[in-house]
């Protein structure tokens, strides 16, 4: 099984990125998936999650409204478009997958499969 991330990079504040996270090995439109991040000296946050069921999604807080989890199961690939980006979104991010439809998507413990991480970086 491999969850294979791209797309980070160096971006000014307010601009955008687009993250995709390519799954092998997997049946992947059987798993929910999601991203977190993990900024350094901080713990690994919860970013967003699609379920595989009925696709619908979550969002931390901090996210709402400038972030967009979706999901290509054609492509096995899920992907987090990144908007308004600002300094405090650099960390690294990473994609997971499990096979939960339910229970407490933003807890990293329920999640199977996870990804090497791909860094962000806003610059003020």
């Known amino acids: 099984v491999q969850l294979v991330e791209s797309g980070g990079g160096l971006v000014e504040a307010g601009g955008s990125l687009r993250l995709s996270c390519a799954a092998s090995?997997?049946?992947?439109?059987?798993?929910?998936m999601a991203w977190f991040r993990q900024a350094p000296g901080k713990e690994r946050e919860f970013v967003a999650a699609i379920r595989w069921s009925g696709g619908s999604t979550n969002y931390a807080d901090s996210v709402k409204g400038r972030f967009t989890i979706s999901r290509d199961n054609a492509k096995n690939t899920a992907y987090l478009q990144m908007n308004s980006l600002k300094p405090e979104d650099t960390a690294v991010y990473y994609c997971a997958g499990t096979l939960s439809n339910y229970g407490q998507l933003a807890k990293g413990d329920l999640y199977n499969y996870w990804g090497q991480g791909t860094q962000v970086t806003v610059s003020s």
């Open positions: 090995g997997i049946t992947f439109s059987r798993y929910t």
